[in-house]
C-alpha cells in the first residue's frame, strides 16, 4: 500500500513556463513534506520542504503547496529552465515514526529548449 | 568537505556471497541512514542511525546488518546476497533525524546473479 504517490511518471514543459509536480498521500498523520531533486548517477538533493502547519513555501523559483483536506501537496517551478531537467522526489514523515521518510515513486522532468 | 561518499560505486555479487557497502560523512552528523531505490519505485528505508552507538530498522531491513561504532561511518552488510538484493544503495545523513534535510551519497548499484 503506497501511502505517498506520485501518479505521473513523466512531465514534459517548454523552457520558461510553468512546471507543476504532483504528490499524494493517505497517511493524516504526516506533518511533514519534502522534495528532492535527483539527476542519473547522483543521490537526491534536498529542494524543500513544507511543515503541515503551513500550506505554502516558497524559495526562489521553487513553492511547494500543501492541501491537507484533499491530502495532496504540489511543487512549482517558475520559469522553468533546461537545468530543472531531472526526476523529482516527494517524500513525507511523521513523528511517531521517528521521522522516517516515506517516499514517493518519482516524476522524471524534462524541460524542452 | 567531501560530504557523504559510498563505496564501491558498482558491484556484482554471486547469490549467497557477503559484502559491505561502505558510507561515510564528514559533516558531523548524527543521523545517518541506508536506502535502496528499485526501478518504479521510491527510495525504502533499510536501516538507521541516531548517533553512534545506535542503529535500528528501516521499512526492508531483511539480509542486511549495519552498525556505527563512530560518528562518521556506517556500513551496511549484506549477510548473504539474493538477487532480490540487487538494486541502488543510497547512504544518507543529516545534523538530526528531525525535519532536517538529508544529504546523500552518489550510490552504489549492486547486481546479484
Known amino acids: 500500500d503506497q501511502q505517498v504517490k506520485q501518479n505521473s511518471p513523466s512531465l514534459s514543459v517548454q523552457e520558461g513556463r510553468i512546471s507543476i509536480l504532483n504528490c499524494d498521500y493517505t497517511n493524516s498523520m504526516f506533518d511533514y513534506f519534502l522534495w528532492y531533486k535527483k539527476y542519473p548517477a547522483e543521490g537526491p538533493t534536498f529542494l524543500i520542504s513544507?511543515?503541515?502547519i503551513k500550506d505554502k513555501n516558497e524559495d526562489g523559483r521553487f513553492t511547494v503547496f500543501l492541501n491537507k483536506s484533499a491530502k495532496h501537496l504540489s511543487l512549482h517551478i517558475v520559469p522553468s529552465q533546461p537545468g530543472d531537467s531531472a526526476v523529482y522526489f516527494c517524500a513525507a514523515s511523521e513523528v511517531d515514526s521517528n521521522y522516517q521518510l516515506i517516499w514517493g515513486a518519482g516524476t522524471k522532468l524534462i524541460i524542452k529548449p | 568537505n567531501a560530504g557523504v561518499t559510498q563505496t564501491p560505486k558498482f558491484q556484482v555479487l554471486k547469490t549467497g556471497q557477503s559484502m559491505t557497502l561502505q558510507c561515510a560523512q564528514d559533516?558531523?552528523?548524527?543521523?545517518m541512514s541506508w536506502y535502496r531505490q528499485d526501478p518504479g519505485m521510491g527510495l525504502r528505508l533499510i536501516h538507521y542511525s541516531v548517533g553512534a552507538g545506535i542503529t535500528d530498522q528501516g521499512e526492508v531491513p531483511n539480509g542486511y546488518n549495519v552498525s556505527r561504532s563512530t560518528t562518521e561511518d556506517f556500513p551496511l552488510r549484506l549477510l548473504s546476497a539474493a538477487p532480490s538484493q540487487t538494486s541502488v544503495y543510497f547512504c544518507?545523513?543529516?545534523?538530526?533525524?528531525?525535519?532536517?534535510?538529508?544529504?546523500f551519497g552518489p550510490g552504489t548499484r549492486l547486481t546479484v546473479l
Open positions: 559533516m558531523n552528523h548524527e543521523y
Open positions: 513544507i511543515s503541515s
Open positions: 544518507a545523513s543529516s545534523y538530526l533525524a528531525v525535519y532536517n534535510e538529508q544529504f
